[in-house]
Structure formats: C-alpha cells, structure tokens
C-alpha cells in the first residue's frame, strides 16, 4: 500500500496557490516547474482539485484560487479528490481466498475489522491538518531563510 505522489503534488499546489497567488501567475507550467514534474500530471490533478470543490481554475489566465478559506481545507479533503477510496476500502484484500482452508476461509474475519479501524485512525489524522497550517509553516520558514 502505498498513496501515490498525486496527494503531495495537489499540497505542493496549494502551497504554491498560496506564496505565489500575487506574484505569478500560476499555470500549470509554472506550477510543474516548482513540482518538477509535467505539466500535463499538474493538469490532471487541478482536473481532480476543481471536481471535488476545492478550487477554481480560469483557463488560459492562470487564475486558481481556493474555493473555501485554507483553514476549512484539509489533508483529507485533498485526499479525498485525489486519492478516492470507494467502498473498497484502503487496503484492497486479495481475490478469491480459499473458503476450504482454515486461514483462507477466516481471513476476512480476522483482518476486516482491524484493517479499516487502519484507516479510520489515517483518515482522523489527516483531517487534523490544513492547508492554514502550510501556510503558517511556510511563512516560518521563509522567515528562517530557507
């Protein structure tokens, strides 16, 4: 399992959104030239971004701006538009185990309850952090120098 680089390249957006908001304008070359990435993955993800709410995005302007405050934005809210889980859930069980084998016929019973408690406490988490917080954090660090 693992949460692909989508999720960090949509925070690294937002952050982007917010130091360069005033000085840039914010395409989706400029934008791959901070991630370091093409474009075309920006575009996508901005794609994903504006569908599920969180922005808005004036093509050919480089306008993008948050659609709500950066303190009601979180790291879940963000994963949630990039990362979307479905009723899988967050750790896809492999197919078919087999009902006749001790083990293969209980491992639904023995896993299940505890994997999605998982990724209930992941998702708890995540909602604890916003892009405000990216936003103080980068402001300190540019005060340090960095």
Do not use: W
Request: glycine share 6%.
């Amino acid at each position: 399992m693992q949460i692909s680089s989508r999720f960090t390249i949509a925070l690294h957006i937002f952050v982007c959104m917010d130091v360069f908001k005033d000085s840039f304008k914010l395409t989706s070359d400029f934008l791959a030239s901070s991630i370091n990435t093409n474009p075309v993955v920006v575009r996508k993800i901005l794609s994903q971004l504006k569908k599920a709410g969180l922005i808005t995005v004036a093509r050919g302007t480089g306008g993008l701006s948050a659609t709500k405050d950066l303190s009601e934005i979180t790291f879940y809210d963000v994963y949630q538009a990039i990362e979307p889980i479905g009723n899988e859930g967050l750790f896809h069980f492999h197919d078919n185990p087999n009902p006749d084998c001790p083990v293969g016929g209980n491992i639904h019973a023995l896993l299940d309850d505890k994997l999605k408690s998982i990724q209930n406490a992941m998702e708890d988490e995540m909602k604890k952090y916003t892009m405000a917080d990216l936003h103080d954090e980068m402001l300190r660090l540019k005060d340090e120098g960095r």
